[in-house]
Structures are given as structure tokens and as C-alpha cells.
């Protein structure tokens, strides 16, 4: 088993910046990638960004490049989201997750709510 809580939502001033984090525990060496989606009120739960246990290989969805960046720390323990340059639509609910696989995230954080005003 593995858990997640992430930490770090809020409210920002669109253009302005947020830092999520998510703590790991349990079995987390045991997870191929980390990520985190989100889920604006009215739409579907999307994809936004993840990062690989081996490489560090990170992917982005194309509506957050240039502006969020995944990392992590070296024990894999804490998995981060800078959110730069923040738009309204970035307003959402963002949840951690963890992939035992690629494309299978079978964990999930509660999730923290993000909200950027205009």
C-alpha cells in the first residue's frame, strides 16, 4: 500500500505562483511514476503532470508546459508541483497519484483545492 498527502493549495492571484507537495509513504519504492491530476468544477479528473522512480523522466500536459514543474526529493519520498504563472483555469481540485505501472495510477491523495483568481 502506498499513501499520499498532498499540501500546499490555496489561493493565488492569477500570474502568480503556488508549490504543492505530496508526502509518500509505504510501499513507495514500489511505484513506477508519481503524478498529479486535477478536476475543475463541472469537468473530468486530467492528467497534469508526472515523474518516473528511474530517470526522474518527467511529462507535462500541453496546457501546463512552460508554466509547472514536477520534481522530487532524492528518497522519492515528496513529489512537488511548482505552478508558475498561474490562469484562472488552472482553478481545480489537484490530486497526487502513484502508478505501479506505466498509465496505472492506483493511488490517490485526498487532493487540495487550488483556486486562481482574475
Known amino acids: 500500500q502506498v499513501q499520499l498527502l498532498e499540501s500546499g493549495g490555496g489561493l493565488v492571484q492569477a500570474g502568480g505562483s503556488l508549490r504543492l507537495s505530496c508526502a509518500a509513504s509505504?510501499?513507495?519504492?514500489?511505484?513506477?511514476?508519481m503524478g498529479w491530476f486535477r478536476r475543475a468544477p463541472g469537468k473530468e479528473r486530467e492528467f497534469v503532470a508526472a515523474i518516473t522512480w528511474r530517470g526522474r523522466l518527467t511529462s507535462y500536459a500541453d496546457s501546463v508546459k512552460g508554466r509547472f514543474t514536477i520534481s522530487s526529493d532524492n528518497a522519492w519520498n515528496t513529489v512537488y508541483l511548482q505552478m508558475n504563472s498561474m490562469k484562472p483555469e488552472d482553478t481545480a481540485v489537484y490530486y497526487c497519484?502513484?502508478?505501479?505501472?506505466?498509465?496505472?495510477?492506483?493511488?490517490w491523495g485526498q487532493g487540495t483545492q487550488v483556486t486562481v483568481s482574475s
Open positions: 497519484t502513484a502508478a505501479l505501472s506505466p498509465g496505472h495510477y492506483n493511488y
Open positions: 509505504g510501499r513507495i519504492f514500489s511505484s513506477y511514476a
